[in-house]
T-cell receptor
Framework: QKEVEQDPGPLSVPEGAIVSLNCTYS??????FMWYRQYSRKGPELLMY????GNKEDGRFTAQVDKSSKYISLFIRDSQPSDSATYLC????????????FGKGTSLLVTP | ETGVTQSPTHLIKTRGQQVTLRCSSQ?????VSWYQQALGQGPQFIFQ???????GRGNFPPRFSGLQFPNYSSELNVNALELDDSALYLC????????????FGQGTRLTVV
């Protein structure tokens, strides 16, 4: 079993929809949780990071972490065609340096 | 613009050859990590360098090796290339003792034939 599980999709939504992306994990030592966006043939771009449990909002993006359930989410409000990309969740513990454990990525398509 | 640059962007090598990939970290960052991303998969951690020493390694064989230089730039070397080494190789820079985020370069796409 992989430490981080993420539904690869693909997920297709109409423009303006609310998108929910999720990951589950098994390692209770994970403390830092990140979401990256990756366009085709490009490197991952950091969207948000959260330390421990709780919510964090940045514009149209909201990240949630529920450590009791080992479940993290990214919500995108008012989705735009430019949001079409692969979304990767990543996480690490405090004593692992910067070694990130990634999910497989969810492919999102926002149609006009 | 993350400030992390990698070279070359694309590379084709023959099985059994050796390859060196390069990374310049973002200004002010002292830690470099390397990841391998196969098609349709998430990045897999290869190793990390801090103060010119390897201080963390993923599940990769010794033919994957690296260096970090005093200016914090880094190299990834892969010997005896195998077909399964074909992937996007990503470099990420971060700052020990600073913000916890890691910032990635655009990657080097390696094809082994």
């Amino acid at each position: 079993q992989k430490e981080v599980e993420q539904d690869p999709g693909p997920l297709s939504v109409p423009e303006g929809a609310i998108v929910s992306l999720n990951c589950t994990y098994s390692n209770s030592a994970f403390q830092y949780f990140m979401w990256y966006r990756q366009y085709s043939r490009k490197g991952p771009e950091l969207l948000m990071y959260t330390y421990s449990s709780g919510n964090k909002e940045d514009g149209r993006f909201t990240a949630q972490v529920d450590k009791s359930s080992k479940y993290i989410s990214l919500f995108i409000r008012d989705s735009q065609p430019s949001d079409s990309a692969t979304y990767l969740c990543a996480m690490r513990s405090t004593n692992s340096g910067y070694a990130l454990n990634f999910g497989k990525g969810t492919s999102l398509l926002v149609t006009p | 613009e993350t400030g992390v640059t990698q070279s070359p962007t694309h590379l084709i090598k023959t099985r059994g050859q050796q390859v060196t990939l390069r990374c310049s970290s973002q200004s002010g960052h002292n830690t470099v990590s390397w990841y391998q991303q196969a098609l349709g998969q998430g990045p897999q951690f290869i190793f990390q360098y801090y103060r010119e020493e390897e201080n963390g390694r993923g599940n990769f064989p010794p033919r994957f090796s690296g260096l970090q230089f005093p200016n914090y730039s880094s190299e990834l070397n892969v010997n005896a290339l195998e077909l399964d080494d074909s992937a996007l190789y990503l470099c990420a820079s971060s700052s020990q003792g600073g913000v916890p985020e890691a910032f990635f370069g655009q990657g080097t796409r390696l094809t082994v034939v």
